[in-house]
């Protein structure tokens, strides 16, 4: 089974840093891509910011300049680099990969991984 393991969220002030890991581990043969969500209390989840294998990234605009997301394709790892956190960052971050699988080696398929806390203090 696929099993995708997320670190690296803690509570911060305002302003400050933090870096997210997320490992995918398990019967992988190929990674399309992997990213980040997160989801605030009482809203809806939403993208952060993606990287495919090839090196495209996309990030949500509330966090263009700030977020930087990064891969090591080799160990199936995606990181997130956070830096002049807000108060509004504050949410539940998940991770996400699309991931073609020894189970099923005709389809691509989506896994989340468990998420991790972050909270930013004002």
């Known amino acids: 089974q696929v099993q995708l393991v997320e670190s690296g969220g803690g509570l911060v002030q305002a302003g400050g840093s933090l870096s997210l890991s997320c490992v995918a581990s398990?019967?992988?043969?190929?990674?399309?891509?992997m990213g980040w969500y997160r989801q605030a209390p009482g809203k809806q989840r939403e993208l952060v910011a993606t990287i495919h294998s090839g090196g495209r990234k996309n990030y949500a605009d509330s966090v263009k300049g700030r977020f930087t997301i990064s891969r090591d394709n080799a160990k199936n790892t995606v990181y997130m680099q956070m830096n002049s956190l807000k108060p509004e960052d504050t949410a539940v971050y998940y991770c996400?990969?699309?991931?073609?699988?020894?189970?099923?080696?005709?389809?691509?398929?989506?896994?989340w991984g468990q998420g991790t806390q972050v909270t930013v203090s004002s």
């Open positions: 996400n990969a699309l991931l073609t699988t020894a189970q099923d080696i005709t389809r691509s398929q989506t896994y």
């Open positions: 398990g019967s992988i043969i190929s990674t399309i891509a």
